[in-house]
């Protein structure tokens, strides 16, 4: 058994965190984890990538293109670039809310949340959006939608990772007095991809 | 008592060297290699002195000491940091070490966070130093302790080298329980060994080469170095490579033979010649570099049986950038007509999603700095000689403001050459603080003795930013937590002999602009330290937000700073309160006076 997710978006969302905190919860599983990610210039508001195997045994850190089981889009433009790394069958969970580059902004470029999202919903059929609005309205902050998205891979079944094993690498990980933030937005996650199951 | 951690490579290998019972560590900080120190000084039990010392050169001279004492240290960096320790480096390989001396260099293939591509094999080649070559994290920290092992058996410094891949990828490494190592032996005096002299050189020159000879030998039995399967197809590899090509061969291992090579200097030439006659062609999967390939294909040439053997240097392996799984799939099909091609699902109907080259952060005082020079300059012939740090990030559009960059230290003195060859121009020198102690001084000496025209601009955010918020000799701060003197940029700058030098904060956008064109009209060596410290080290302000009913869409604020909170929406500029870190420089140029704090 092995098996790839890889997380995408922009520097400074937090994919890091989400992705130390996948391997922690397959190492307590007893697997071996190997993650691979965006650390250095890139990190400022470019383009980053976490990739994240769990399994048995993992050969190596990256992720090839079509060998993803589950993509983690952060931002919606960031998982269209990225799905590329998506295997057939495999599961694009995506925040709804774009952040705007500097380059389009001031190139005047029209970029939306809905041409993206639409184009993720046309070519992958298992494709969950999560609400930036409502991780902000639930934790208070946008910043927790790392969290969101985990809970969601989660409670998809896709990595062999509970929720239960993500919520306790959160408790050991994350600093104590944003736990119970992190917490709410794994559940709200959770939420979202039972009730458009049963939908 | 071991307990499984999922470690950053660097993380594993300073937990190896702490394992290996390091006491004295230095280094200056570089991506990839900078979690090194950290981790060492966050994880010792004890024992250990770690530095960030200056720069790579003072570094390496640090640990070079010590080793003569009889301790064991660990110097770290990134491939250009060993450009500047090379004057060390290439003679304590000559004069050798007592205490275990690991040089711990991280490589970036890519390049992802670097000016060049260099390959640390070849510089460990040109000193005559052993270099080891990990493939994972979890060897990195079983390596350390071996890499001590042999810098003390044969007295020599030794090269760790690793790249991105393994530098900052996690995976699951045991660690054990680690002790507080003893005190080292203390200097023993002989100047026949300490004291470098043509003589001595002369007879350590013959040594060296007798080494590089009895090491090749004994690295043919190093236990890492490996041959892996009977298939009749040979891959060679080294590095995080060893991994790709792992995964190209999967379920296809009976066909392979796999050449594991973790010492390609000295090149184990015994195994590697078992390697060559085992297999009807070979291929080698190596990053940067041709170093595996080129010892190959030079053992090759002397034997009697020769096979074909495939890499970069027949273009079947790309020459420049990281190697990756599909990559060496795609050419292990070439080459063999078999391995695993992966095919990228194609998604040629996208549509267009926006180019997203990294920024200065929302707030970041370099913005408001370029800003005020660019103002003060509008109209002039003017060069912008930039520097290495978040900084050289004011290339950018619409800032625009970084002409050159070469290396640590020289936006100094490349702006001095300009105006030797360029006199009708002003020329503009940006470096940031850390850098500026790490390689600026000398520029600046070099300036005022040799009565340049330069502004120099220092823009000093309190921090080594880039690398992740490391202290240097400004913050008052050691990497240890001490507090100690903190050195004046303004204090060392007027002791040089700078007429000129003035402090600001950038972000007071009128009185900046105002500081620079006094500077403009006079000559000679003028120095401004725009000094505000790093957003990511201070409590931000309350965000700033548009009043939209004054907003008159004019979108200067867009056009002029290029800041990532700000965006238009419709007609409307707005900015993204979970960004901004209320700096205020937008207000400073909106026209309308429609940009305030918002309602707490």
């Known amino acids: 058994m092995m098996k790839s997710c890889l997380l995408c978006g922009v520097g400074g969302q937090g994919t890091v965190l989400a992705s130390r905190i996948l391997a922690m919860a397959a190492i307590e599983k007893g697997y071996f984890a190997r993650t691979a990610e965006t650390i250095g210039m890139a990190q400022r508001g470019g383009c980053v990538t976490s990739h994240v195997r769990i399994g048995e045994s993992v050969p190596s850190p990256l992720i090839p293109p079509g060998r993803a089981d589950a993509v983690l889009a952060f931002e919606p433009g960031e998982g269209v670039r990225n799905l590329s790394y998506l295997k057939d069958g495999g599961i694009v969970i995506a925040s709804d809310r774009i952040v705007p580059s500097v380059t389009s902004s001031l190139a005047g470029a029209d970029y939306s949340a809905g041409t993206m999202l639409g184009y993720l919903r046309a070519n992958v059929r298992d494709c969950f959006i999560l609400s930036a609005g409502e991780v902000e309205r639930i934790c208070g902050s946008v910043r927790f939608m790392n969290m969101a998205l985990a809970g969601a891979l989660a409670e998809s079944g896709v990595m062999d990772l509970t929720l239960p094993d993500l919520e306790s690498a959160i408790r050991k990980k994350v600093r104590q007095q944003f736990v119970e933030k992190n917490l709410e937005a794994l559940q709200y996650g959770a939420a979202m991809i039972k009730e458009s199951r049963r939908a | ?600």
């Open chain 2, 1 to 600: 008592m071991k307990m499984k951690e999922l470690l950053m490579g660097n993380e594993a290998a300073a937990l190896g060297a702490l394992a290996a019972g390091v006491q004295v560590a230095a280094g200056y900080p570089g991506t990839p290699s900078t979690e090194v120190l950290e981790t060492l000084a966050k994880r010792s039990p004890g024992g250990l002195h770690a530095e960030w010392s200056v720069n790579e050169k003072a570094a390496m001279e640090a640990a070079a000491g010590a080793s003569y004492a009889g301790a064991r240290t660990l110097v770290t960096m990134k491939q250009v940091g060993l450009n500047v320790a090379s004057d060390p480096l290439m003679c304590v390989n000559y004069v050798g070490i007592k205490g275990g001396m690991v040089v711990y260099v991280a490589d970036d293939p890519g390049p992802i966070s670097s000016q060049t591509e260099q390959d640390t094999r070849r510089f460990a080649a040109y000193a005559k130093i052993p270099v080891f070559d990990c493939t994972s994290p979890e060897e990195a920290f079983e390596m350390m302790p071996e890499a001590y092992a042999y810098s003390e058996k044969y007295k020599t410094p030794v090269i760790f080298r690793s790249t991105t891949r393994i530098c900052h990828s996690c995976a699951v490494v045991d660690v054990p329980q680690l002790a507080v190592p003893g005190s080292a032996e203390g200097f023993v005096k002989d100047s026949r060994r300490w004291v470098i002299f043509p003589r001595l050189s002369y007879e350590n020159k013959k040594k060296l080469v007798a080494r590089e000879r009895e090491l090749a030998d004994d690295f043919s039995s190093y236990g890492r170095n490996e041959i892996i399967g009977n298939g009749p197809f040979g891959i060679a590899c080294g590095g995080v490579s060893y991994a790709y090509a792992k995964e190209a061969i999967l379920g296809k291992e009976e066909l392979f033979t796999v050449f594991k090579v973790c010492t390609p200097y000295p090149f184990p030439d015994d195994m590697a010649r078992s390697f060559l006659s085992r297999v009807e062609k070979a291929a080698v999967f190596e990053e940067l570099d041709p170093v595996i390939e080129d010892s190959l294909i030079s053992l090759n040439g002397r034997e009697e049986h020769r096979i074909e053997i495939a890499g970069k240097r027949t273009d079947s392996v790309p020459c420049a950038g990281e190697l990756s799984a599909e990559a060496a799939g795609r050419a292990l099909s070439e080459i063999f007509g078999t391995g695993t091609v992966i095919e990228a699902p194609s998604y040629e109907d996208r549509p267009p999603v926006p180019v997203r080259p990294p920024v200065l952060c929302a707030g970041c005082p370099h913005r408001a700095s370029f800003l005020a020079v660019k103002k003060a300059a509008a109209g002039l012939k003017a060069n912008f000689c930039g520097d290495i740090g978040c900084y050289t990030l004011g290339n950018a559009a619409p800032l625009d403001m970084v002409d050159t960059c070469l290396c640590m230290g020289a936006g100094v003195t490349v702006a001095q050459g300009f105006c030797r060859a360029e006199p009708d121009t002003v020329n503009f020198s940006f470096i940031g603080d850390s850098t500026f102690f790490a390689s600026g001084i000398t520029g600046v000496v070099n300036a005022v003795y040799n009565k340049a025209d330069i502004i120099l601009i220092v823009l000093d955010n309190s921090t080594t930013a880039m690398t992740g918020h490391q202290p240097h000799p400004g913050t008052g701060i050691t990497l240890m937590g001490d507090v100690t003197e903190a050195v004046s940029i303004e204090a060392v700058l007027k002791g040089i002999g700078v007429g000129f030098v003035k402090t600001v904060d950038p972000l007071d956008l009128k009185k900046a602009v105002s500081t620079v064109q006094e500077a403009i009209n006079q000559t000679g060596v003028r120095a401004i330290i725009f000094k505000s410290p790093c957003i990511a080290i201070v409590k931000h302000d309350r965000p700033l937000a548009i009043n939209t009913d004054k907003c008159i869409g004019c979108r200067k604020c867009i056009r002029e700073l290029g800041c990532p909170a700000m965006s238009m929406e419709g007609k409307h500029a707005v900015i993204d309160a979970t960004l901004c870190t209320g700096c205020g420089l937008c207000s400073q140029v909106c026209p309308a006076g429609c940009i305030g704090k918002e309602e707490a």
